[in-house]
């Protein structure tokens, strides 16, 4: 499966999740996340989405195919939260937010003033 495995570690450190903050983020255990890390399982098809997501990076980056990721941009009309949405950002449990993670936030709480 390409580089996932180190691409995936990379992200889930950069975003400043451990295994442990990742996993019940993600809703999937710490020792699937381990195991992705150390390339001794695979992750399927969905779970590879919900990764790719949560990271809001394209599957080609997160499957080590590129190196460079195109963000995948929210509709600006009609854009509702998900539970998701507000479910990871709970998740972060107090940690630091990326650039691109706090525009992502401001375009959530001003979606309402764009209609």
Request: charged share 30%.
């Amino acid at each position: 499966m390409g580089n996932f495995k180190n691409v995936f570690k990379d992200l889930r450190i950069r975003a400043g999740y451990t295994q442990d903050t990742l996993s019940e983020a993600l809703g999937i255990s710490r020792s699937s996340i381990s195991m992705y890390e150390n390339g001794n399982r695979e992750p399927d098809f969905e779970t590879l989405e919900k990764i790719a997501d949560f990271f809001n990076v394209d599957m080609n980056y997160l499957l080590g195919n590129t190196t460079s990721t195109t963000s995948i941009a929210t509709p600006k009309k009609n854009y509702e939260p998900s539970y998701e949405d507000i479910q990871s950002l709970v998740a972060r449990n107090g940690k630091k937010l990326t650039l691109e993670q706090k525009r992502d936030l401001i375009k959530i709480l001003l979606s309402d003033d764009e209609d």
